[in-house]
């Protein structure tokens, strides 16, 4: 079965500072996706970044940065230099074959305040 | 930039009432999906849809749900008789492709049971 876990329910960072928020995942499958998502208090989902089990390079999208470490299972999410707007939810998922391609297991989340 | 447009934002319903949620999806996408979060909780994936039939679905999705793409634009999810626990906030999401590597949400649609 496929499993994402999301040890920090919260975490605050200081406004212009680096933060990362951990993911680590389970599956017996080789390909696979992960995905982060952002959740402000107003509810929508925003899509951040995706990282496919084959890439070879970390993906990058502005100020995310997603750390994939393959053989630790993990794939954290570094937002660099932090802003107001960065405090929200954050969620990590990920698809694959055998949780049904077609479909996200999420996490838990992390709450993420950044402080001015 | 194209985004996945719902409707309603807030629902309020008396328990045991027909229920229908709207999505138009990103225009040029095949793959669409319906998920839902209750208040303090995982996000759960419902169902999916391609080719006017449903790819696949969870548990969740028995048979008081059901969905549809009615013309070549809305994407519902129909709730039959709805129950206290439905209450939650229901995403659409659609993506280009079944394997791609976006799958883009809508705002949510709050659907209060009472």
């Known amino acids: 079965a496929q499993k994402i876990t999301q040890t920090q329910p919260g975490m605050f960072v200081q406004e212009k500072e680096a933060v990362t928020l951990d993911c680590t995942y389970d599956?017996?499958?080789?390909?696979?996706?992960l995905f982060w998502y952002k959740q402000p208090s107003s509810g929508e989902m925003i899509f951040l970044i995706y990282?496919?089990?084959?890439?070879?390079q970390n993906a990058t999208e502005g100020r995310y940065s997603l750390n994939f470490q393959k053989a630790r299972k993990s794939a954290n999410l570094v937002i660099s230099a932090s802003q107001l707007g960065d405090s929200a939810m954050y969620f990590c998922?990920?698809?694959?074959?055998?949780?049904?391609?077609?479909?996200?297991?999420f996490g838990a989340g992390t709450r993420l305040a950044v402080h001015p | 930039e194209p985004e996945v447009t719902q409707t309603p934002s807030h629902q309020v319903t008396q328990m045991g009432q027909e229920v229908i949620l709207r999505c138009v999806p990103i225009?040029?996408?095949?793959?669409f999906y319906w998920y839902r979060q209750i208040l303090g909780q995982k996000v759960e994936f419902l169902v999916s849809?391609?080719?006017?039939?449903?790819?696949?679905k969870s548990e969740i999705f028995d048979d008081q749900f059901s969905v549809e793409r009615p013309d070549g634009s809305n994407f519902t999810l129909k709730i039959r008789s709805t129950k206290l626990e439905d209450s939650a906030m229901y995403f659409c999401?659609?993506?280009?492709?079944?394997?791609?590597?976006?799958?883009?949400f809508g705002e949510g649609s709050w659907l209060t049971v009472v």
């Open positions: 225009s040029n996408h095949l793959y």
């Open positions: 599956t017996s499958d080789q390909s696979y996706g």
């Open positions: 990282q496919g089990s084959y890439d070879e």
């Open positions: 999401a659609s993506s280009e492709r079944g394997t791609g590597n976006t799958i883009y």
């Open positions: 998922a990920m698809r694959g074959v055998s949780g049904g391609y077609n479909k996200l297991i």
């Open positions: 849809f391609y080719n006017n039939e449903i790819s696949e």
